[in-house]
């Protein structure tokens, strides 16, 4: 009884957005990309697309996202949305970074990515235009990849700040205790794979077409680096999605090296009671703004 009603709420629901989405006017956008999609389709093979494809899109997209934060540091007007301002970004910081960053694609993730054309071949995932699916049914697969990773990631990070083997994996993402986006994959090889294999499930469960690749890749990346970036910026529209962590959130880890152990979302924190030191954090630094009004 249970089951029927929830498909039916899921079927209303989609009905719903099906008729929002018809009267949405049409995306001017959309010709060029499918013309481009297509020529992409004609002119390289799958392998290309799934392997060196994917790996240009999370190179782009990586240091795309993080040019905004990097450019922060050089204008005087936002640095009073910086969340620890005692700490600013260094060139030899950010140079090492790099350097680590480099490592870590081409080295650890860059094979990772080879296997993505035979997981796409073992399971049919299609690659055309007509088999796309439309823009609400990625978002809707690309939530559900970022719960499942969010889940996966939260009970992982915990578990590599135990004692016993913090010092030797998960330190080295701890090296800088003020974040900037650059360093969202920052980190110990062994960790890239660990927390990695979050980003992995949910594709291995909802992938219907090989654009949910490349489309959780981007929702991921704008995630991890916003979180890692250092600045709390008032106007930042990912804060409107509910239970959203955000850059306080994840700064705050980051600044004491406990709690606060998930990506995405503050529900797993909120039901372990792992955020309550930065709660009473939240509280003291209320009081002292009203003092300071």
Known sequence: ??????????????????????????????????NAWNYMLNNY?????????????????????????????FIPYMKKYKIQKDKPETWENQWKCFKVLLFNHFCIQLPLICGTYYFTEYFSIPYDWETMPRWYILLARCFGCAVIEDTWHYFLHRLLHHKRIYKYIHKIHHEF??????????????????????????????????????????????????????????????????????????DFHHMNFIGNYASTFTWWDRIFGTDSQFNAYNEKMKKVEKKTE
Request: hydrophobic content about 50%.
């Open 45 to 73: 093979t799958k392998f290309q697309i799934a392997t060196w494809g994917s790996l240009i899109v999370h190179e782009v997209l990586y240091f795309l996202f993080c040019l905004p934060g990097f450019l922060f540091q």
């Open 1 to 34: 009884m249970a089951t029927n009603e929830s498909i039916s709420i899921f079927s209303s629901a989609s009905l719903a957005v099906e008729y929002v989405d018809s009267l949405l006017p049409e995306n001017p956008l959309q010709e060029p990309f499918k």
């Open 177 to 250: 205790q003020a974040p900037f986006g650059m360093e969202a994959e920052y980190a110990h090889p062994l960790e890239t794979i660990i927390l990695g294999t979050g980003f992995f499930i949910g594709i291995m469960l909802l992938c219907d077409h090989v654009i949910l690749l490349w489309a959780w890749v981007t929702v991921r990346l704008i995630e991890t680096i916003d979180v890692h970036s250092g600045y709390d910026i008032p106007l930042n529209p990912l804060n409107l999605i509910p239970f959203y962590a955000g850059s306080r959130h994840h």
